[in-house]
């Protein structure tokens, strides 16, 4: 992707973080709410902005301008995204968990088949939730480990899968997601999109092969299939995208329960959930 293209799509970002005030750990969960609405802000932005750069030269006169901030603008988003991974999930009263939503995108339960996806758990257990992932999403890797503690919470009836969703935005998340795949032929899927999230900011190939040494993994073949399996991978990743863009994902991370998008984001929402699910409310 252009580097000038890069850094408007940085920029969109930086704005909607900001306007949030994503800074402010003491907001909490109002945060977390608002961030869930400006998802579709972002992608909608990046939309447009695609559709403003259509060549090479569209950007004219601006381009010195916009070069000289990109640095600025890059550390910026490299402060907020530190903060934002370092601000605590607040544990909230399940009572309190939703607020009002459109009625259609929130109650619409779509079909997502699991298909060429690894399942975390018992297969057949009756609820299953999908995680639609950008491994270089801060978000992803601040919502990822609540998820997976609240399907620890019930083994044998929760289990979950993850589908990809790199955003063309961030340059790494669709290698990494390759890296997780290519872990998975030697069954440490999970255990491999775990240490992506949590190494967002630090992805690349040598991130990958020390990441596979740490888990175990035959570094050799690891780096053999991550590379030469790249059509086998560009394949299941654009089969993930092409699902997200069919269940309407509006950014990362979406999650859906048993095929219905759901705003849950910590243990005690998700166990809501569930147990509404389970008891047959």
């Known amino acids: ?13 930086a704005g909607v973080l900001l306007g949030v005030g994503i800074v402010g750990k003491e907001n909490g969960d109002p945060i977390m709410k608002e961030l869930l609405n400006q998802q579709q802000v972002v992608l909608s932005s990046q939309k447009r902005i695609e559709q403003r750069i259509g060549s090479e030269g569209s950007v004219g006169g601006n381009s010195l301008f916009l070069m000289k901030r990109l640095d600025e603008v890059e550390e910026r988003l490299d402060l907020l995204e530190e903060r934002l991974e370092n601000a605590p999930v607040q544990p909230r009263a399940a009572a309190a968990q ?23 758990g018992n297969p057949k257990a009756p609820i299953t939730i999908v995680e639609f992932v950008d491994f270089e999403c801060p978000f992803c890797a601040r919502f990822h480990e609540p998820m997976v503690a609240a399907v620890n919470a019930y083994p044998n009836k929760v289990n979950y899968i993850i ?23 030697q ?18 190939e040598a991130k990958y092969k020390e990441l596979a040494q740490n888990l175990g993994l035959d570094v050799d ?29 509006r950014g990362t991370p979406t999650f859906y329960i048993n095929g219905q998008k759901t705003v849950a984001r910590d243990v005690a929402a998700y166990k809501a959930e569930i147990e509404k699910i389970l008891n047959g409310k």
């Not at 992707?1 to 970002?13: E, G, N, Q, S, T």
């Not at 939703?98 to 009625?103: E, R």
């Not at 992506?196 to 992805?203: D, E, Q, S």
């Not at 073949?221 to 997200?244: A, H, R, V």
Request: one cysteine or more.
């Open 1 to 13: 992707m252009d580097k000038r293209m890069v850094f408007l799509f940085c920029f969109v970002i």
């Open 187 to 204: 069954g440490k899927y999970f255990e491999m999109a775990d240490e992506l999230l949590k190494n967002g900011r630090a992805l690349g």
């Open 98 to 120: 939703a607020p009002t939503q459109p009625s259609d995108e929130f109650t619409k339960v779509h079909q997502i088949d699991v298909a060429h996806s690894y399942v975390y």
């Open 221 to 249: 073949k690891f780096m053999k299939d991550y590379s030469e399996k790249t059509p086998k991978w560009e394949d299941i990743i654009q089969k993930d995208m092409n699902l997200g863009q069919k269940v309407e994902v």
């Open 163 to 185: 589908k990809n969703f790199p955003l063309s935005f961030h340059p790494n998340a669709r290698p990494a997601a390759k890296a997780a795949l290519a872990a998975g032929e």
